[in-house]
């Protein structure tokens, strides 16, 4: 059985930031590949960013790049998304997905497992 569970969402001023942690268990944790997606209301879920199991080949979102940042710590089997530079249009509820697999994909549908999701509320 595999969990995933976010933390870290909140509200937040335009302009400020947040850090998203997303902590995955079972099986061979380590090796999957993760990704955030986010969903505002009234829209579609859409991609973030994406990370593959070493950290060494990341992806991002164009409406994202350059605010936000994806890392990993394989040794807490723990992904982390840096928001900096927050805008009201980034308000959504945020996942995590991880797949079972090594490399990073920016397709929801090539995730295999899901968290709850952390609501991000940027007021402005």
């Known amino acids: 059985q595999v969990q995933v569970v976010e933390s870290g969402g909140g509200l937040v001023q335009a302009g400020g930031s947040l850090r998203l942690s997303c902590a995955v268990s079972?099986?061979?944790?380590?090796?999957?590949?993760r990704a955030w997606f986010r969903q505002a209301p009234g829209k579609e879920r859409e991609f973030v960013a994406a990370i593959n199991w070493s950290g060494t080949t990341t992806y991002y979102a164009d409406s994202v790049k350059g605010r936000f940042t994806i890392s990993r710590d394989n040794s807490r089997n723990t992904v982390h998304l840096q928001m900096n530079s927050l805008k009201s249009q980034d308000t959504a509820v945020y996942y995590c997905?991880?797949?079972?697999?090594?490399?990073?994909?920016?397709?929801?549908?090539?995730?295999?497992?899901w968290g709850q999701g952390t609501q991000v509320t940027v007021s402005s």
């Open positions: 079972g099986r061979t944790a380590s090796n999957y590949a």
């Open positions: 997905a991880a797949r079972d697999r090594i490399a990073a994909k920016t397709d929801s549908t090539d995730y295999d497992y």
